[in-house]
Structures are given as C-alpha cells and as structure tokens.
C-alpha cells in the first residue's frame, strides 16, 4: 500500500512540475492580412468604350465654330466631342482684329511677348488680325492660346482657320436623337450623319472657347 502512495504521490509531483514549466501562451497579436485592392480581379468583361457616332460638318467658320462649342456644352458633350478638320493643318492661334489706330501698338506687344514672326492679316473677315501660329489640332492650338493668354495676351484666341472648312465631329455614346438637335439648332454647319474613321480620331486635351477680351 505505501509502495501505491509513494507512486501516486511521485506522479503528482511529476505533473506539478510540468505544469508549472510549461511556456506560456504567447499573446502577441495577431498580425491581419494586408489589403491589396491592385491584386483584385474583377470578375465578368471590362466595360467597353462607348461606342464613335460620327457627324459631318459640312461648313465651320469661326462663328460657326464658337456656336458649335456652345452647343456642345449644352449637351454637356464638350469633354468627350472630337472636331476633326478635313482640311489640315487647319487650325490656329490669333489676335481677334484690331482698330487701326491700334495696329502699331498690337505689333509692339506683340513682339515684346516673343512673338515677331506675328502675321498681320491684310485682306479678308480677318482683316487687321494677326496670325500667331498654325496648328494639326484643336487642342494644340488652344494649348498655344492658354499659354498666350497666361503671359497677358488676354485677346487671343483659336479656332479653325478662315478658310472654307469641313469638319468631322465625333460624339462617343451619342444617337440620331443628339444629330436631329444638332441640325434643328445649328442649321447652317449642315450637318449630318458619317461614317466614323476606322482608327479613332486621337483625343488632344478638351479646350475652352470663351469671347476674347480687348487686348
């Protein structure tokens, strides 16, 4: 019987130690997965692009160009519509013309501003204008007109040049709905409906046309 007891009792002992030496738990935080949303794939297609409808302009002066734009904004159209210029390059950057008294002080500013090779206009609507740069695009041209404008050319402004121009307007997510109003209230751009290019027109960044101040 004590042989039993002295058993019983070494064992305790023995489990008594090993409790007490056991390491304890460690409580350190846990560390949380990191968020990656750049590793997320999106399940189903990518949205597509809306689709070009395309419109011919079959006559755009400056003024016509200036309603256009107005146009554009009520349609709220005026950051997505690509203008075109069939005839190339056909766009500029110029001073609206000036009263004749005031063509030596034009041509003195201008060249102050590193502009010499300004042309003046001698003939024509733009009589009395002067040319400040030939541009590929609408947005290099108006690019040309921000910068003028920054530096205190407050007066010039862009647009296709006085030549007669044709012009594709490309209008992504538009319908014949957007052309009827179009026709209904710029009846004399003459446009209707065309065939979009096969290579997209690229999108130079969106002007704004707003009436030029005096100079």
Avoid at 210 to 215: C, D
């Amino acid at each position: 019987m004590r042989t039993w007891i002295g058993v019983l009792l070494a064992f305790n002992f023995a489990l008594g130690v090993a409790v007490l030496t056991r390491p304890a738990a460690s409580h350190a935080p846990t560390t949380l997965p990191q968020w990656h949303p750049e590793r997320v794939t999106l399940l189903g297609p990518a949205p597509d692009r809306l689709p070009d409808f395309c419109v011919r302009v079959g006559r755009l002066t400056l003024d016509d160009y200036a309603r256009l734009r107005v146009w554009l904004g009520e349609q709220h159209l005026e950051h997505a519509a690509t203008l075109h210029l069939l005839r190339t390059p056909g766009w500029w950057t110029y001073l609206p013309p000036v009263p004749v008294a005031d063509l030596a002080t034009a041509t003195r500013v201008l060249a102050e501003r590193g502009l010499p090779e300004a042309v003046q206009i001698r003939k024509g609507p733009m009589t009395r204008a002067f040319a400040l740069g030939i541009h590929a695009s609408e947005g290099q041209a108006c690019a040309q007109r921000d910068a003028l404008r920054a530096s205190g050319l407050a007066a010039v402004a862009c647009g296709p040049r006085p030549l007669p121009n044709q012009a594709l307007l490309s209008l992504p997510g538009a319908d014949e709905a957007v052309l009827e109003d179009l026709q209904a209230q710029l009846p004399e751009i003459r446009a209707s409906l065309a065939e979009c290019p096969a290579e997209p027109v690229v999108r130079a960044a969106r002007p704004t046309v707003s009436p030029p101040p005096s100079l």
